[in-house]
């Protein structure tokens, strides 16, 4: 069964600093990865999500992923946080067999961003 | 882009009574909706997954009498907690899909926070 490991819990970041959460997935064919963002008790919104092709993908608000599959991971990364950011941001891998495609999502990793 | 309305975005109510949660997908249509819980500061859980018009495919654990899903549009599928218990109060989030195959469209609602007291 594939999974989804977030390792940061919680992480804290100057306002202007560079960013990255880190990803790592598990899953025995080519996955379907993707970064979302919840704002608290809010529902999910879609950063970016990548499929196949190019491995560093680009997404909305400045955002970008970088696809190793060596190394099992899909870590988010941004170069200037801004305040705005502090959110939850989770990563999930889809797998799809037909009707039954669903997600799975890590555990979540709680950014915080100083002034 | 795809928008996915999700109500009500709050409810209180009292134990043994049963809540219904609406999940429409407004400007397309939904072949598939998901439905999944979050317990606060957790990740989601998915419980259920619904195609239009065939019965729920239920997650491991997730009893099926108690979380009555219904999709029988293409545009709408409910969540219904029957006898519900303080036990699930929690934060249900569905989430729908356009089409099946690799080309992914999840639209996620803004979330629904029960609170059964």
């Known amino acids: 069964a594939q999974s989804v490991t977030q390792p940061d819990i919680h992480i804290t970041v100057s306002e202007g600093a560079s960013l990255e959460l880190r990803c790592n997935y598990s899953?025995?064919?080519?996955?379907?990865l993707f970064w979302y963002v919840q704002s608290p008790g809010q529902g999910l919104q879609l950063l970016l999500k990548?499929?196949?092709?190019?491995?560093l993908v680009q997404g909305i608000k400045g955002f970008e992923a970088e696809f190793k599959r060596s190394q099992s991971s899909f870590n988010l990364r941004k170069p200037s946080v801004h305040w705005s950011d502090a959110a939850e941001y989770f990563c999930?891998?889809?797998?799809?067999?037909?009707?039954?495609?669903?997600?799975?999502f890590g555990t979540g990793t709680r950014l915080q961003v100083t002034l | 882009g795809a928008v996915v309305s999700q109500h009500p975005s709050w409810v209180i109510c009292k134990s043994g009574t049963s809540v219904k949660i609406e999940c429409r997908s407004l400007?397309?249509?939904?072949?598939?909706m998901f439905w999944y819980r979050q317990f606060p500061k957790q990740s989601l859980m998915l419980m259920a997954t619904?195609?239009?018009?065939?019965?729920?495919?239920?997650e491991q654990g997730v009893e099926k009498d108690k979380f009555l899903i219904n999709h029988a549009s293409l545009t709408l599928s409910t969540l219904t907690v029957t006898s519900a218990h303080p036990e699930d109060s929690s934060f249900y989030i569905c989430?729908?899909?356009?089409?099946?195959?690799?080309?992914?469209?999840?639209?996620f609602g803004s979330g629904t926070r029960l609170t059964v007291v």
């Open positions: 989430s729908a899909r356009g089409s099946p195959g690799p080309n992914y469209g999840y639209t």
């Open positions: 899953y025995g064919a080519t996955p379907y």
């Open positions: 990548y499929f196949s092709g190019d491995t």
């Open positions: 999930a891998v889809g797998v799809n067999t037909g009707t039954a495609s669903k997600l799975t």
């Open positions: 400007d397309f249509q939904a072949t598939t």
């Open positions: 619904s195609n239009e018009g065939s019965k729920a495919t239920y």
